[in-house]
């Protein structure tokens, strides 16, 4: 087995998107067996910009534009998480051991019929807007230290 130490984080964006209540958007993936919900996310192309890549991260997964959203915060630094044993060299051709991602807080200025998670590559099934701590509750264990970290630095504007 590949040495998980010996392998990069791949370089990704997360989103979390908030109405005007201050709950959070989560959507709950198709790919998995058991109810896991997560916020937006998806990796960096190669020249492109974080905030670039979350825009169209946030584009692709829930069918919201850059116009229907407002930008109010964005992480300091990078929050990272390694995969477990069991995803290590399955997911992302093996050649990552985790990832490395910058996050966005976006309020959402549109109606919720403008969101639309039926896109050409759907990731979820449903969404719905919940409680910031229910969005940590709800992540899968090995993402949930980066969900907790998140929520604390957007706290302010949260509900």
Known sequence: MTDPESLPYRPCVGVVLIDARG???????????SPAWQMPQGGIDKDETPKTAAFRELWEETGVTRDLVTPIAKTHGWVTYDLPPDLLGKVWGGKYRGQRQKWFLFRFNGRD???????EHPEFSTWRWILADEMVDSIVPFKRA?????????????A
């Open 23 to 33: 709950l959070v958007f989560a959507g709950q993936r198709i790919d998995s067996p």
């Open 113 to 119: 019929s403008d969101i639309k998670i039926a896109t």
């Open 146 to 158: 980066v969900y907790d970290e998140v929520i604390r630095s957007f706290r302010a504007y949260l």
